[in-house]
């Protein structure tokens, strides 16, 4: 089974830090992804990694960067987090369209910034 | 652009009723995947279905169904005879099958399913 991991399932941070958020996949998959998930406005999409250190912007990559060094980590990168970043963060990955469309999902990771 | 629509955000049902899932999507693409993706409280989206637009065929697997008309832009989503474990968030999202774009799902904002004892 494809496994998406997460490195935390709950984090808390003070505003203005750097916060890392990391990603693993284990099925060499090359598409890797970061959604945010808040009440009422489902999945966003903010950043997207087709292979490895090229990385596409989402609907809403501001206050976000992300970095693919090996093909199965993904990690977001809040540069300097603010409270309107407290939200669940999704994880994914997926193989190369017109293999296997559709995407494998990590369990999430809860960030509150205080 | 594409949007996905789920109308109905949280839904209550009494166990073995039946209760369907709505969605309507939007897309200027001739060819698209619609997807159907499970969330239950451990937080994991779990995947249930990818339909390409070409195949309007429904299918069912168990007790789940899912309805596509093309005509309407629909896909819904049907659970006969629900259980407990059916409470979790539903949601329905699209992708083209070509182009850049089909990197990456376009979701809709998830319908809350609450099946009660």
């Known amino acids: 089974d494809v496994k998406v991991t997460q490195s935390s399932r709950y984090l808390v941070k003070r505003t203005g830090e750097k916060v890392f958020l990391e990603c693993v996949q284990d099925m060499d998959h090359e598409n890797m992804f970061w959604y945010r998930q808040d009440p009422g406005l489902g999945l966003r999409l903010i950043y997207f990694?087709?292979?490895?250190?090229?990385?596409e912007k989402g609907d809403i990559p501001e206050g976000y960067s992300v970095s693919r060094e090996k093909k199965e980590r993904f990690s977001l990168i809040l540069e300097s987090a603010s409270t309107n970043q407290t939200s669940m963060y999704l994880c994914?990955?997926?193989?190369?369209?017109?293999?296997?469309?559709?995407?494998?999902f990590g369990s999430g990771t809860q960030l509150s910034v205080l | 652009a594409q949007k996905v629509t789920q109308a109905q955000t949280e839904i209550s049902v009494v166990e073995k009723e039946d209760v369907t899932l709505d969605c309507v999507y939007e897309t200027r693409d001739t060819t698209y995947y619609l997807f159907w993706y499970k969330q239950p409280p451990s937080g994991e989206l779990v995947f249930l279905i990818r339909r390409n637009s070409f195949d309007e065929q429904n299918e069912i697997s168990g007790r789940y169904s899912w309805n596509f008309q093309k005509s309407t832009s629909s896909f819904n989503f049907t659970i006969t005879a629900s259980q407990v474990v059916d409470s979790a968030v539903y949601f329905c999202?699209?992708?083209?099958?070509?182009?850049?774009?089909?990197?990456?799902?376009?979701f809709g904002k998830g319908t809350k399913l609450s099946v009660i004892p």
């Open positions: 994914a990955s997926s193989p190369i369209p017109g293999t296997d469309e559709k995407l494998f």
């Open positions: 990694s087709y292979d490895v250190k090229m990385k």
């Open positions: 999202a699209l992708s083209p099958t070509h182009g850049a774009g089909s990197y990456q799902l376009t």
